[in-house]
């Protein structure tokens, strides 16, 4: 009788096994979108180029009726690792904007380095600089010579990884000054900050906001004196980047829309802009066929802001 229950014991834990299993083979495993960086791997070199085109509208409170007009431009971003954790990131951006015969009429290039340390489990601290040059047509046709355009930025940064989020922020200071004959004028020895919230819907696809804010008390009328000739700008937009094409080079769709705030106390003046911009972003390095995520926390993560470079651009038009 009892070897009789024990076999009977044996055979019901038996079938409940069974049944366990093929329960759970019933039920379809499904990845996690998102994957968790190891711990253990270092900083890669990793480099993003991408292009893009669309469409700009701007007023101005000289010229309330919309001007719109086609945009174009692109970035490349190269990360180049100094040691487990440590990293430089070289970058340069541009955008442009044309009236007519696909000639710029304005806009803005920026050339900006960082050098970094990173935790790719949980954050980035380091600093940047950057040089850049506002475009304009009105700077060149009516005051030839007198406008040089070329300032820099120089600040620090910091990123904070919390599973499949990336938030970042910069703050620093600029200076682009615009008229040199008049006065300075521009983004004169102003301070700004921005931040960025990316979030991986999975390792291939992601979404962006960002806001920036600027001040500077020198912006037109070359009138320095605090609060006189204050000038105060905002950014702010919204991104997309999916995965079109995988292999050792995948290629990425882009969408975007960029607005801006530029506004002059002096007179007072007022510029405002929206865009939006379709483009093609290409990612390669890490040995293999990396992916945004790998990118975001252990390459060319970082951008040089650009919200000085285009207020400067804005002078013309407000002076």
Known sequence: MRNLASMSLLAAAGAFTF??????????????????????????FMTVIDGWLGYRAVSSTDDPDDNSHFTYGGNAYASIPLGPRTSVQLDLQGEFHDDSNFEASEGAAMFGGHLSYRDPTSHLVGAFAGVGKPFADTIDDDSPGAYSGVGYVVGAEGQLYINNLTLYGQAGFGDFKVDDDGGPEGFVNGWFVRGVGRHFVNDNFFLQAEYAFGYTNCYID??????????????????????????????????????????ADEDPDMGTEHSIRVGLRVLFGAGGAPTLLANDRYGATLDTPMLPVRAATWVPGMD
């Open 222 to 263: 070359g009138d320095c004196a605090p609060s006189e000739d204050a000038g105060i700008f905002h950014n702010w937009g919204a991104k997309a980047v999916g995965r079109l094409m995988g292999g050792a080079m995948p290629i990425y769709g882009t969408l975007e829309y960029q607005g801006g705030l530029y506004h």
């Open 19 to 44: 049944g366990a299993q093929v329960r759970a083979a019933d039920v379809p495993v499904i990845p996690p979108v998102f994957q968790p960086p190891p711990v253990s791997q270092s900083l890669m």
